[in-house]
């Protein structure tokens, strides 16, 4: 999700309904100023587009429906009142993965082994929202964790050592926690790895960055959650 859009939803509050004949440009800046009061909306004026206004914050545009319960940014459309990108949910839906697809041996498994909910990540050692991320899957409660090792060496040319030396390792869970949460260099190590095989993996499921996260039910999310209730909420989604 993107960074603005991250930041929106952490401005939001609950946003009341308007009357039905409320369609005037003042009252859709009413509806995003209570929605979102931190946002320094200077103007609202009629876009060219029927039905949409235009919502200037500063040097930033947005676009609102008549009654403020909708705004477009970076071409996602957020429910304000329901806090939920529409359009990420949408993208989702259509980049499901399917879960047989994904060689389970090759992942470092991790979380609540009775676990009926299931996430796997695509994470790089030297990746600093894996890191992130990392600290949040410390927290998360009732899933079973499936991470493949997908260091970036065009970003990070040190990654594949400290992948490979985490696989190498007799604990890997352990040597990825120390790694990515507490900073300790895994060192040297070299044995038979998946490392390229999750590489070939992938490129065949359109992956290229990381974290990458795949839920149980397929739905594939690119960055870090916020926090570990939205990473939650994300995944007991299904």
Not at 33 to 54: D, H
Not at 76 to 105: G, V, Y
Not at 180 to 189: I, L
Not at 198 to 212: C, F, M
Request: hydrophobic letters at 40%; one cysteine or more; glycine letters at 8%.
């Amino acid at each position: 999700m993107p960074r603005l859009i991250s930041l929106l939803f952490a401005l939001l509050v609950p946003l009341p309904a308007l009357a039905a004949g409320e369609s005037t440009g003042v009252s859709v800046e009413q509806a995003i100023r209570q929605a979102i009061p931190q946002l320094n909306i200077t103007a609202v004026r009629p876009s060219p587009v029927k039905g949409l206004y235009e919502v200037q914050a500063g040097t930033n545009i947005y676009y609102a429906d008549r009654n403020g319960r909708h705004l477009i940014v970076g071409g996602h459309i957020i429910d304000t009142k329901a806090q939920r990108d529409l359009t990420q949910e949408r993208i989702e839906d259509i980049t499901r993965i399917d879960w047989k697809r994904l060689p389970l041996e090759l992942a470092i498994v991790s979380g609540d082994p009775k676990a009926t909910h299931k996430l796997a990540v695509f994470t790089d050692p030297d990746c600093p929202f894996c890191r992130d991320l990392e600290h949040k899957l410390r927290e998360l409660k009732g899933v079973r964790i499936y991470t493949f090792l997908y260091p970036l060496a065009q970003l990070h040319p040190d990654a594949p050592r400290k992948a490979e030396a985490i696989w190498c390792s007799k604990n890997r869970h352990e040597a990825l926690v120390k790694t990515m949460v507490e900073g300790v260099d895994p060192g040297h190590a070299t044995c038979s790895n998946p490392l390229e095989r999750i590489g070939k993996l992938a490129d065949e499921l359109g992956i290229s960055g990381t974290p990458t996260l795949i839920a149980g039910d397929g739905r594939r999310r690119a960055g870090a959650p916020r926090s570990v209730e939205d990473l939650k909420n994300w995944i007991f989604r299904q």
